[in-house]
């Protein structure tokens, strides 16, 4: 088992930045790739950005590109995404995932890849 926990989140202007934490318990911190995932209202969740086991390899939506940035602390079991020059279209709420990865380089983009979940977190952006 892997307990997800987040924190972060809440109200930004647009333009701003916001930074979401997900710090993980259990197992081998390692063994497992770890994802974002946003669900907008009215919309099915998607996916926003991934870092595997190793750190080396990472994977974004196109549509947070240049904007977002996904970082992993393996001591510390936590991983961030890291949110610059918000718009509108990122209000959603945020979750976080871990997948078991036998390869440590993998990245994973589907939701059905990812075992464990984090609660969420509410982004709005707005004026």
């Known amino acids: 088992q892997v307990q997800l926990v987040q924190s972060g989140g809440g109200l930004v202007q647009p333009g701003g930045s916001l930074t979401l934490s997900c710090r993980a318990s259990?197992?081998?911190?390692?063994?497992?790739?770890m994802g974002w995932f946003r669900q907008a209202p009215g919309k099915e969740r998607e996916f926003v950005a991934g870092?595997?086991?190793?750190?080396?390899?990472?994977n974004y939506a196109d549509s947070v590109k240049a904007r977002f940035t996904v970082g992993r602390d393996n001591p510390q079991r936590t991983v961030y995404l890291y949110m610059n020059n918000l718009i509108p279209e990122d209000t959603a709420i945020y979750f976080c995932?871990?997948?078991?990865?036998?390869?440590?380089?993998?990245?994973?983009?589907?939701?059905?890849?990812?075992?464990?979940w984090g609660q969420g977190a509410q982004v709005t952006v707005s004026s």
């Open positions: 259990g197992r081998t911190f390692t063994d497992y790739a």
């Open positions: 995932a871990a997948g078991q990865a036998p390869l440590t380089f993998t990245v994973y983009t589907s939701e059905r890849s990812y075992q464990y």
């Open positions: 870092v595997s086991g190793n750190t080396d390899n990472t």
